[in-house]
């Protein structure tokens, strides 16, 4: 019996639910439908082009494989993005409701549609500097930029709540402020309230001493778009944590937009109440990690381009190089190389660059910021065996793993060719580095756990580089 479009792609969806992660499946395929179907193509509808992009990129050929394996014969998958003007489109993630019994005694506020504009709260300003034009996407941020411009795009209905984690100076602040930016520009009567959370909890604690505690659940719960960083301050505030769930329930239930930043996911905030937790989930929760080298390259060309700056290849290069924790730290190293350069009033050059920024990537004129034996060490000692053995032949789990990780990181931080990084683990060939470097990206992905001990030795690295070792 020939099946429908719409029982092929259900038939399908099994089969590829079980060899992909259960937060990609519900977010990207899932919420994807059929609409029609030939002798050799099915073709699917997803909600914007992006969403058409991510589904074809990385999930294309196991879509067909999977369609191949239902019908017993070559089928191409293809997407296509919904139509602009369909009415209420589905989201992308299905966001639940929140229970009854869960909220706050003072109802939420009015829908979003009938609420009379007033003048923004004396709240902090939204940087003007910080847009997604001037944010530059790579791999380690793709997915969070993304969903930040499909929440500005459409607030409250995509992504809601958006979280937002990862270290610092990796661009969390910035796509915060790009959203509200974003926002403003299409109304400019949006009401928007950026807070840290530390200066939530601060401004609660004046309001409960000075009887302004009406005052100061207007200012948070009448908003059209809450954007909120470093929510993991909250941990252990038992108080602040109450009052944040009651401003939490009544901006969800009215529809309107908020974005959260941590340096980790809500699962990771021991001393954060259960149910702020789930709440912190309902709608998608992404990472951004620190850039690899390509993006660091683009970064700095960026930043020299924005602000007219003059920096040949050779010193953007050693720039991306020697920087590898964060945008921040590429930032910083930009600005002390120009205060130097116009204190000393010296031509910007690759040797100046070197003085300039001895101090800020501590390494000597002759030797790279971090040496690949220094991430060997370090990834040895994290996972207690001896340096020398990840070069050995043996292939038991307790090597292959870490071994893994040390050509991951060295291709990562150094950018090294991928014969010489086999070349240092016994003599492997370029096809077995590229595998190692594929499977630690895979298991980042998929273990939390291992992706924190990956970090954790990048930020050791990053301190070794920092203090000069």
């Given amino acids: 019996m020939e099946l429908t479009a719409t029982e092929l792609w259900e038939k399908v969806q099994e089969v590829v639910r079980t060899s992909v992660p259960e937060h990609s499946f519900n977010t990207w395929i899932a919420s994807a439908s059929a609409v029609a179907t030939t002798s050799d193509e099915l073709i699917l509808e997803a909600q914007n082009p992006f969403h058409v992009e991510w589904l074809e990129d990385k999930f294309g050929p196991i879509l067909d494989s999977a369609a191949e394996h239902v019908l017993g014969r070559p089928i191409k998958i293809s997407v296509r993005a919904a139509a602009p003007s369909t009415p209420d489109?589905?989201?992308?993630?299905?966001?639940?409701?929140?229970?009854?019994?869960?909220?706050?005694?003072?109802?939420?506020?009015?829908?979003?549609?009938?609420?009379?504009?007033?003048p923004a709260p004396s709240s902090p300003p939204l940087n003007q500097r910080y847009t997604f034009d001037r944010f530059v996407v790579g791999g380690n941020n793709q997915l969070a930029s993304a969903a930040c411009r499909a929440v500005a795009d459409t607030p409250a209905r995509m992504y809601n709540p958006l979280f937002l984690y990862g270290g610092v100076g990796l661009g969390k602040t910035h796509l915060m402020h790009a959203i509200g930016n974003q926002l403003l520009a299409g109304d400019p009567d949006s009401r928007i309230a950026y807070i840290s959370s530390e200066e939530f909890t601060n401004e609660l604690v004046a309001s409960i001493r000075e009887g302004r505690m009406a005052q100061f659940r207007r200012r948070y719960r009448d908003m059209d778009l809450l954007l909120v960083d470093d929510v993991h301050f909250l941990e252990g505030k038992e108080s602040t944590q109450e009052e944040f769930f009651h401003t939490f329930n009544a901006l969800y239930d009215a529809q309107r937009q908020i974005v959260l930043t941590s340096d980790r996911p809500p699962k990771e905030m021991a001393r954060l109440e259960e149910r702020l937790v789930s709440r912190f989930e309902w709608g998608l929760v992404v990472d951004l990690r620190p850039p690899d080298f390509e993006t660091r390259m683009a970064i700095l060309r960026k930043k020299a381009d924005d602000d007219g700056l003059s920096m040949d290849d050779e010193i953007i290069e050693f720039i991306a190089s020697s920087c590898t924790s964060s945008v921040r730290e590429l930032e910083g190293a930009v600005i002390k190389l120009l205060a130097y350069s116009s204190l000393t009033h010296q031509e910007i050059t690759i040797d100046l660059a070197r003085t300039a920024l001895r101090g800020v990537i501590g390494r000597s004129d002759n030797q790279p910021p971090v040496s690949p034996e220094t991430i060997r060490d370090v990834v040895a000692r994290r996972w207690r065996v001896r340096p020398e053995a990840l070069a050995s032949k043996r292939r038991t789990k307790d090597l292959t793993v870490p071994r893994q990780t040390a050509m991951y990181l060295i291709k990562d931080m150094l950018d090294m060719s991928l014969v010489r990084i086999g070349g240092m683990f016994g003599g492997r060939d370029h096809s077995t580095v590229i595998h190692s470097i594929r499977k630690v990206q895979e298991q980042m992905e998929e273990d939390a756990d291992f992706r924190r001990e990956v970090d954790g030795a990048r930020r050791e690295l990053a301190e070794r580089l920092s203090q000069g070792f």
């Fill in 89 to 118: 489109p589905i989201p992308s993630v299905e966001l639940p409701t929140p229970r009854s019994t869960d909220q706050p005694g003072s109802a939420s506020g009015a829908p979003a549609q009938t609420r009379p504009k007033g």
